[in-house]
């Protein structure tokens, strides 16, 4: 299948209506995704990123349905990850000869997936390919999410193509954000932004800034999953420097995992405590050993504050929570505050262990934490409740 953007630029891609796990069991995608390919048609002709390997014998067959692949003149390939470059080599096998462009490190990644020494020509920020009256500029994207990334600018048609950035998991029946369930695409877009590019905030702002001081204007982004930008689609791109200036939101949210519930209890009573005092915050449980993890850090992602809570368990903490803080670790969240909870019924460690782990995730301590022995009786779940209310305007 494809779909004609305008009179030059035609989607190639694949709809992924089954995918739900990516990066092996790394992220969900309870919405599948898509794998976006474009091909560009002037006096000369380039092919814009390829789809996942599964799909790499079909994507060939109806990219030839679609066009002749000797007529190809340029490959590009934004990013040498599997799901944008898995059809290269079944691509290749048919018109060997034509040119990859890629940074330098894309060229180096693409030997390294496929072990073919490929026509690769290195390109880096400001340098240009001529498809006749129209240009591709090529802008550099280092650790956005790779060391290979790179975007492209289509002139006179000022399209971006931007790679993994301002993308979404999201197959839909649909290709444009004006045609798709808003909500729908906020939760996905905040879900991508919050699981793969947190890590690189800061590179995120900086390379918005290079691109707005190119002033170039932008009448659509095409990413390389979900769908793409057309009606304004400036406001992907506000709301990316938003959530990459340490965002948040008024939100508390409270993971835990629990034994005989006792941890549970304590939670919920926590977070009663938390909206008698601010009944405005939003306050969200989950139960870790139960909840998708990325639908977690997501919420993690928006809070203010966070609460983790694990009983004791030969001396340490539930591997699901030692799960989900060593993946909230390596996300680099900042100017979140936090603290611990949990039950426990001799020894007693597990909030102080989670209190040393939330520090080593760079959150700041809003207290000691709060235990309680065995399933806790009317007086613990009281000072669980005076907890909540201390935390409420700790977090303030």
Wanted: charged share 25%; proline share 3%.
């Amino acid at each position: 299948m494809s779909i004609q953007l305008n009179a030059s630029v035609t989607w190639v891609g694949k709809k992924d209506w089954e995918l739900r796990e990516f990066h092996g069991v790394e992220y969900s995608t309870h919405r599948g995704s898509s794998y976006n390919s474009y091909l560009v048609r002037d006096e000369k002709v380039a092919l814009i990123d390829t789809v996942w390997q599964p799909f790499a014998k079909e994507f060939v067959a109806n990219l030839k349905k679609e066009i002749d692949l000797n007529e190809i003149d340029y490959i590009i390939a934004n990013h040498s990850e599997i799901d944008h470059s898995g059809a290269l080599p079944e691509l290749m096998r048919e018109i060997p000869n034509t040119p990859i462009y890629c940074t330098r490190n894309g060229a180096r990644a693409l030997k390294g997936h496929y072990h073919q020494n490929w026509n690769f020509v290195e390109v880096k920020t400001g340098d240009r390919l001529s498809l006749g009256k129209k240009e591709l500029l090529f802008i550099e994207a280092r650790m956005l999410h790779w060391p290979d990334s790179m975007f492209c600018y289509l002139t006179e048609d000022n399209i971006l193509f931007s790679n993994d950035a301002f993308g979404q998991h999201y197959a839909t029946e649909f290709l444009f954000n004006d045609e798709v369930d808003q909500a729908e695409l906020y939760q996905e877009a905040v879900k991508y932004y919050a699981n793969i590019l947190t890590p690189f905030s800061s590179l995120v702002e900086k390379k918005i800034n290079e691109f707005i001081g190119l002033n170039l204007p932008l009448s659509m982004i095409c990413t390389s999953h979900g769908i793409l930008w057309r009606d304004n689609p400036v406001q992907i791109v506000e709301q990316y420097m938003k959530w990459a200036q340490d965002y948040q939101e008024d939100q508390i949210t409270l993971i835990y995992d629990t034994m005989w519930n006792g941890t549970r209890r304590m939670a919920e009573a926590i977070a009663s405590g938390i909206k008698m005092v601010s009944p405005e915050t939003a306050v969200k449980l989950f139960n870790v050993g139960r909840s998708d993890k990325n639908d977690v850090i997501t919420e993690v992602f928006k809070s203010k504050a966070i609460l983790v809570g694990s009983p004791t368990i030969n001396r340490g903490i539930l591997t699901s929570i030692a799960a989900i803080l060593e993946e909230i670790r390596g996300l680099e969240f900042r100017n979140k505050k936090a603290a611990a909870f949990g039950c426990y019924g001799w020894s007693g460690e597990s909030v102080k262990m989670i209190g040393r782990l939330l520090t080593e995730c760079g959150m700041e301590l809003m207290d000691d934490g709060i235990r309680a022995l065995w399933n806790p009786d009317e007086d613990s779940i009281a000072q669980c409740v005076e907890f909540g209310k201390q935390i409420a305007a700790a977090a303030r």
